[in-house]
């Protein structure tokens, strides 16, 4: 017997264009209709996008389809525009949702463990050495390290009468994270849409003042934090971090295919742990030769940096002091995110 039950557990199996989250828990799905064996689905999708509503009805009808006495499936759609981003700060240097803040500029990975946040926060660092004003905001809820890189973590913010929370400071940039907020054994235990109010949160409630860069240290994968951002604010380019190995790599491409698909501008590829220098600068590739490169070639998009596997630079993480804080003439790994800086500040439009 086909019913409203079975239908909405099977469209449960359709994931919204480019992310892992499926369009029923994204809340998509508004009504779901049965008479006898034909169904309507009732959706209501926010996008300029046309390729969106169609791949869509392709993996809903596909997916109906395919159950046993099924009859005709049709799929309603309410389409509508998505929100025009709020101008804040300066109009003529570009739109952003966050009052004060000029660009918004977000650092991704398809899977942990690529070294994400080491980037983020290096990258902030280094992009304040130019002179600029730069925020770092730590997406990551489930495993944030925001706090420990940046030798804070046993600072806390601070609240307005406004309720509005006031950033930690740090080696020149400033900067909200959960780590902030918790214990360092505290895990973060909450569901999808407290998840996704924390975030909300973090980006529009907290008071950033006048920004040159906002850098934003997404979680790894493309799940429902990330749709989240890009609908929140305007985001004027994605870093998307890999290392060298295949299995790293797949997961890169599925990042880049969730902001191709959301419209968010590719600033490029960043590869990470790219080798291991010692013995007189004799370098190993531990997790392969060239693959950041490759990639990046076959996306079309720039190879914005390689990063060495490096212990130094893993230590000073530790205790709080990034390696970009270092002179970028005495240390190779400084002189790399600095380079990475400036090759963001350019893909932007910044300074």
Known sequence: MITESLIREKLGEVHYPGFSRDIVS??????VETDGSDVVVKLSIATRDPNIPRQIHEGVESTLSAIPGIGKV??????????????????????SSIPGVKKIIAVASGKGGVGKS???????????KTGASVGLCDCDLYGPSVALMLGAEDQQPMATEQNEIVPIEAHGIKAISMGFLLSEDSPVIVRGPLATRYTQQFLRQCLWGDLDYLVLDLPPGTGDIQ????????VDASVIVTTPQEVALIDARKGIGMFKKVNVPIAGIVENMAWFEC???????????????KEAEKQGVPLLGQIPLDVPTRDRADRGNPVATTDPGENSV??????????VAVSVGGN
């Open 118 to 128: 080491t980037v983020a926060t290096n990258l902030a660092i280094a992009l304040s």
């Open 26 to 31: 994204f809340g998509l799905v508004k009504a």
């Open 227 to 234: 749709l989240t951002i890009v609908q929140t604010v305007s």
């Open 74 to 95: 049709n799929v309603d759609f309410d389409i509508q525009d998505p929100p025009e981003p709020v101008t804040g700060g300066n109009p003529a240097a570009g739109q």
């Open 334 to 343: 400084s002189a790399a995110f600095a380079d990475l800086a400036s090759k």
């Open 279 to 293: 013995d007189h600068g004799k370098k190993y590739f531990i997790f392969g030769e060239g693959g950041g490169e």
